[in-house]
């Protein structure tokens, strides 16, 4: 596929080569007079669809229904009605599955009627390759934290000869800074892409633009900016789960630890008593009043021998063995 960057020194030339071709097979078709063109023309590939607009220049003309014909130059064929574009009140008329080369030259002839009367005769040669022009595809942005989701859709089957030699571009906007980020699409341009734009600020303002790169810089059609204000609140659907995964593990955890505590407080293990066995007070006396003898001031020592205080809390056994209990200043 043959594609021009200077589509106004190409066209020249593809006319001139048309003439040629009509005067080679002998074709009858009369070309078109550019000079008296009553008509504006526009060829788009829109949704990976051809669609050929069109529009008169005497705006005081009025038709009610157009009829659309159409030739291929290098064929000696007749004029050939196109079915969905007969007697129709729209201005524009899809030639996907008419126009299937993008090598040939096609010829086209629009009439319009009000009521029986014939009101304009336009007619103009095209070109697939140069004339052209690419509308942006549909889109839809999803912005989250740090990042935006950006949805291109395409259609569900798409015509490989409606391809052509394109590049998806997603342009990202933001602070006067612009970015183009050129995903790989792999095989044909059918069905949803999704692409991610990462390693984006939160609380900040991004918009989005999705257009197909072109050869022909005139034939590119940008889409309008999409916005979003990606929030510190507004979080993936993934880090939601794992904050709320995070908070159930620390309240098991939790609950675990408190009921062990309890569980060991109620068995015994845990500041059970709030005094100890009369045996083993006993025994703990009798060692204070051995090291008392060997200390000068006895008077001083007994006011610093108390009995255990209430709060005094050790990790002993509910049930104690009281056979086991005798203490002595030699053990």
Same mark, same amino acid.
């Given at each position: 596929?043959?594609?021009?960057?200077?589509?106004?020194?190409?066209?020249?030339?593809?006319?001139?080569?048309?003439?040629?071709?009509?005067?080679?097979?002998?074709?009858?078709?009369?070309?078109?007079?550019?000079?008296?063109?009553?008509?504006?023309?526009?060829?788009?590939?829109?949704?990976?669809?051809?669609?050929?607009?069109?529009?008169?220049?005497?705006?005081?003309?009025?038709?009610?229904?157009?009829?659309?014909?159409?030739?291929?130059?290098?064929?000696?064929?007749?004029?050939?009605?196109?079915?969905?574009?007969?007697?129709?009140?729209?201005?524009?008329?899809?030639?996907?599955?008419?126009?299937?080369?993008?090598?040939?030259?096609?010829?086209?002839?629009?009439?319009?009627?009000?009521?029986?009367?014939?009101?304009?005769?336009?007619?103009?040669?095209?070109?697939?390759?140069?004339?052209?022009?690419?509308?942006?595809?549909?889109?839809?942005?999803?912005?989250?934290?740090?990042?935006?989701?950006?949805?291109?859709?395409?259609?569900?089957?798409?015509?490989?000869?409606?391809?052509?030699?394109?590049?998806?571009?997603?342009?990202? /906007? @933001? *602070?006067?800074?612009?970015? $183009?980020?050129?995903?790989?699409?792999?095989?044909?341009? #059918?069905? &949803?892409?999704?692409?991610?734009?990462?390693?984006?600020?939160?609380?900040?303002?991004?918009?989005?633009?999705?257009?197909?790169?072109?050869?022909?810089?005139?034939?590119?059609?940008?889409?309008?900016?999409?916005?979003?204000?990606?929030?510190?609140?507004?979080?993936?659907?993934?880090?939601?789960?794992?904050?709320?995964?995070?908070?159930?593990?620390?309240?098991?955890?939790?609950?675990?630890?408190?009921?062990?505590?309890?569980?060991?407080?109620?068995?015994?293990?845990?500041?059970?008593?709030?005094?100890?066995?009369?045996?083993?007070?006993?025994?703990?006396?009798?060692?204070?009043?051995?090291?008392?003898?060997?200390?000068?001031?006895?008077?001083?020592? /007994? @006011? *610093?021998?108390?009995?255990? $205080?209430?709060?005094?809390?050790?990790?002993?056994?509910? #049930?104690? &063995?009281?056979?086991?209990?005798?203490?002595?200043?030699?053990?």
């Amino acid at each position: 596929m043959l594609l021009s960057q200077n589509a106004f020194i190409v066209r020249p030339l593809n006319l001139f080569l048309m003439v040629c071709i009509s005067l080679v097979f002998g074709i009858s078709h009369d070309l078109p007079d550019y000079t008296s063109e009553s008509c504006t023309f526009k060829i788009s590939l829109r949704n990976f669809r051809s669609i050929l607009s069109w529009e008169l220049k005497n705006h005081s003309i009025v038709a009610t229904r157009y009829t659309l014909l159409y030739t291929i130059m290098s064929k000696p064929e007749d004029w050939k009605i196109v079915k969905n574009c007969a007697n129709t009140t729209r201005s524009f008329c899809d030639l996907t599955d008419e126009w299937r080369s993008t090598h040939e030259a096609y010829v086209t002839l629009l009439e319009g009627f009000s009521g029986n009367t014939t009101l304009s005769n336009c007619s103009r040669n095209f070109w697939l390759d140069i004339d052209m022009s690419f509308e942006p595809p549909e889109f839809e942005i999803v912005g989250f934290t740090n990042h935006i989701n950006v949805i291109v859709k395409f259609p569900s089957i798409v015509e490989e000869e409606l391809q052509f030699d394109l590049s998806l571009v997603i342009e990202e /906007q @933001s *602070e006067g800074i612009v970015k $183009k980020h050129k995903p790989t699409v792999k095989g044909n341009m #059918s069905g &949803n892409f999704t692409y991610i734009i990462d390693k984006l600020i939160p609380n900040t303002n991004y918009c989005v633009s999705v257009y197909f790169e072109h050869n022909d810089e005139q034939a590119v059609i940008k889409s309008p900016l999409k916005c979003t204000l990606l929030q510190p609140g507004q979080e993936s659907e993934s880090a939601e789960s794992a904050k709320v995964g995070g908070i159930i593990t620390v309240f098991l955890i939790a609950l675990v630890l408190i009921s062990t505590i309890v569980t060991l407080k109620w068995i015994g293990y845990i500041c059970l008593r709030n005094s100890l066995p009369k045996v083993l007070r006993q025994s703990l006396a009798k060692g204070w009043s051995a090291v008392a003898i060997h200390r000068r001031d006895h008077n001083a020592l /007994q @006011s *610093e021998t108390p009995e255990l $205080k209430q709060s005094f809390c050790l990790s002993f056994p509910s #049930s104690w &063995n009281y056979k086991r209990a005798s203490l002595s200043p030699s053990d």
